[in-house]
């Protein structure tokens, strides 16, 4: 069973500071996205990585994708309130049957 | 090109009846999955399907719930005889096609909550 395991599930600092968020699996992907949800919303995806070490930045969110492509962070510096939500990674592997997603990040900004 | 919809956004019904919740993905995508997501918790894979086909159902319980994706029209996924606990925000999740890297664009949920 492929599992992927996000860490810290909660996560609560006050805005400027800034955070890593952890993805981490003992399978392979293909390619891992992170979505981002808000209260009453459904997912969005901030961004898809493919190649183990890339690195992609938006705005003050940093994404990085393992060198053997198991595992992704993201990086959010000096944290805004806007930033609150539940963070998501997803991976694909090409011989598995769906999409896996992990149990996310609950993320809060303190003003 | 729009993008996933759902439909009802809320619905709410009383023990014992059917709940339908229906998915359109965006145009194009051939691919659907399903997820339950209970208050403050992460997606639960339900269902993934493909037009006509049911690739993978091992997070949809045996009883109650199915799932199709017929060639014309969208996705529906039905609970019969709902209990208080199917209560839950139901979202699906669309794509262009699988082990290419595309990626899953979802739908704003489906608010089911039983009375």
């Known amino acids: 069973t492929q599992l992927l395991e996000q860490s810290p599930q909660f996560l609560s600092i006050q805005e400027g500071e800034n955070l890593t968020v952890y993805c981490n699996s003992s399978s392979v992907f293909s390619s891992l996205q992170w979505y981002r949800q808000e209260p009453g919303e459904g997912p969005v995806l901030l961004v898809t990585?493919?190649?183990?070490?890339e690195v992609k930045k938006l705005k003050r969110l940093t994404f990085q994708f393992g060198d053997a492509r198991k595992d992704s962070s993201l990086h959010i510096t000096a944290a805004q309130p806007g930033d609150t939500g539940l963070y998501l990674c997803a991976g694909e592997n090409s011989s598995a049957s769906k999409i896996i997603f992990g149990s996310g990040t609950r993320l809060s900004i303190r003003p | 090109n729009a993008g996933v919809m759902q439909n009802p956004r809320h619905l709410v019904r009383r023990r014992g009846q059917e709940a339908r919740l229906r998915c359109s993905p965006m145009?194009?995508?051939?691919?659907v999955y399903w997820y339950r997501q209970l208050p403050e918790e992460g997606l639960k894979f339900m269902v993934y399907l493909q037009k006509e086909n049911i690739i993978d159902e091992s997070g949809m319980p045996k009883e109650r719930f199915s799932a199709e994706f017929p060639k014309e029209g969208p996705s529906i996924l039905r609970i019969q005889q709902v209990v208080r606990g199917d209560s839950a925000a139901y979202f699906c999740?669309?794509?262009?096609?699988?082990?290419?890297?595309?990626?899953?664009?979802f739908g704003q949920g489906t608010r089911l909550t039983v009375v």
């Open positions: 145009k194009g995508h051939s691919h």
């Open positions: 990585v493919v190649t183990g070490g």
């Open positions: 999740a669309s794509q262009e096609s699988m082990g290419q890297n595309t990626e899953a664009f």
